[in-house]
Each structure stands twice: as structure tokens, then as C-alpha cells.
Antibody, heavy 126, light 108 residues
Framework: QVQLVESGGGVVQSGRSLRLSCAAS????????MQWVRQAPGKGLEWVAL????????YYADSVKGRFTISRDSSKNTLYLQMNSLRVEDTAVYYC???????????????????WGQGTLVTVSS | EIVMTQSPATLSVSPGERVTLSCRAS??????LAWYQQKPGQAPRLLIY???TRATGIPARFSGSGSGTEFTLTISSLQSEDFAVYYC??????????FGQGTRLEIK
């Protein structure tokens, strides 16, 4: 069965760095794009970043662009999120997710998430 | 950026009732819309993609409809396990992929 397990969260001071990991199993990791989505305490879902299945293409929310880097290692079936220059407003539960790239007819679409990890909490203190 | 607006913010309903949640996009997203359910302390769960296709394992009481800018999620007969927060998400025009602010279904 598909499993995604995040790790690396914790408490960090503003301006410091943290790297999140997401270990994937139960599917062919290299065949799927992957995403990070976060949720601030008591708030809604916010998309953070997406990486293509082969790591060639990477996309970011404006709120993290230039500070966060998404990457993947298919030899380890692991997705990463390197977070630099952290801010108090980055405090959130960070979820990794598998992008199924649904196809309808001849058209295929990235952007939804069919499997989610349990999340890892990042707390940025001032 | 496409803004997704969900209504209402909170809905109080009784088990067994039929309920309809709404989601509006600030510009057309075609049918590239998903719905997610999230229970307290849990990760979101994909319910619907492509505006109307149920994800694997999702009960038939959940249905989605709409295209362009207006979408609905209908639960035909609410079960106790359906009380949760529901989010819509557009993936037609991105980055950024955007979510609605959520609708909370609570027990009346």
C-alpha cells in the first residue's frame, strides 16, 4: 500500500534552516510528481511546491520562492524540502503528497494529491 | 492567482440529511477541480478529482459537479463519519495551485 512518512520537523528560530524528508513506499516513486502542502495552526491548506517525476521541473508558491527548495532522490524513494531563512509565518504542519497526474482522454493534469503523509510540524520562533 | 471561495464557512446538519457545499473560482478552471475531506488531526483525503470523478474507495454518497467557475460537492445522506472540513482545490492554472478556505460540516 502507498505510504508517505514525513520527518524533520521541529522548533527552529527565525532565520534558520530546516530540511524535511518524505519517505515513500508502495509505489514506483520515480513515476510520480510529488508535492508539499502546509497548514498553519487552525488554518486552511496552502500549496507550497511541486516537483516533476524526474526532478526536472520545480514550482513554488510565491510565499516560499527563493527560500525553499524541493528535491527528490529516486534511489532512496525520498522527497525533500529544504527550508532556509525561515519566518514565523512558516509555522505549519507540512504534508507531502503524491500527485497522480490524472488523465482524461488525451489530456493529463498535475496538481491534485491522491495520497498524503501524516504531516510534520514546523514551528518557527522569534 | 485563481482565488477559490467556498460557502458556507460552516454548515450545521443532521445525520441522514442531504448536503451541498459550494465552491466558486475567480476565473474558469475548466473541470480541473478536486475536493478533499479533512478530519481533526488527520491529513486531507482526496474525494473527487476532475470535478466529478470519485477517487478510489470513496463512497457513492459523495458526488461532485460543475465546471468553469461554479462547483458543488453533494453528500446524499450524511453519515457520522462525514462531519469534517471540506476543501476545494483548483489545478487548472498554476503555479500556484490554490485551495478554498474550507467548509466545516458540524452536527446539528
Amino acid at each position: 500500500q502507498v505510504q508517505l512518512v514525513e520527518s524533520g520537523g521541529g522548533v527552529v528560530q527565525s532565520g534558520r534552516s530546516l530540511r524535511l524528508s518524505c519517505a515513500a513506499s508502495g509505489f514506483t516513486f520515480s513515476s510520480y510528481a510529488m508535492q508539499w502542502v502546509r497548514q498553519a495552526p487552525g488554518k486552511g491548506l496552502e500549496w507550497v511546491a511541486l516537483i516533476s517525476n524526474d526532478g526536472t521541473y520545480k514550482y513554488y508558491a510565491d510565499s516560499v520562492k527563493g527560500r525553499f527548495t524541493i528535491s527528490r532522490d529516486s534511489s532512496k524513494n525520498t522527497l525533500y524540502l529544504q527550508m532556509n531563512s525561515l519566518r514565523v509565518e512558516d509555522t505549519a504542519v507540512y504534508y507531502c503528497g503524491r500527485d497522480p497526474r490524472y488523465c482524461i482522454g488525451v489530456s493529463c493534469y498535475l496538481g491534485s494529491v491522491d495520497y498524503w503523509g501524516q504531516g510534520t510540524l514546523v514551528t518557527v520562533s522569534s | 492567482e485563481i482565488v477559490m471561495t467556498q460557502s458556507p464557512a460552516t454548515l450545521s446538519v443532521s445525520p441522514g440529511e442531504r448536503v451541498t457545499l459550494s465552491c466558486r473560482a475567480s476565473q474558469s478552471v475548466s473541470s480541473n477541480l478536486a475536493w478533499y475531506q479533512q478530519k481533526p488531526g488527520q491529513a486531507p483525503r482526496l474525494l473527487i478529482y476532475g470535478a466529478s470523478t470519485r477517487a478510489t474507495g470513496i463512497p457513492a454518497r459523495f458526488s461532485g459537479s460543475g465546471s468553469g467557475t461554479e462547483f458543488t460537492l453533494t453528500i446524499s445522506s450524511l453519515q457520522s463519519e462525514d462531519f469534517a472540513v471540506y476543501y476545494c482545490q483548483q489545478y487548472n492554472t498554476w503555479p500556484p495551485i490554490t485551495f478554498g478556505q474550507g467548509t466545516r460540516l458540524e452536527i446539528k
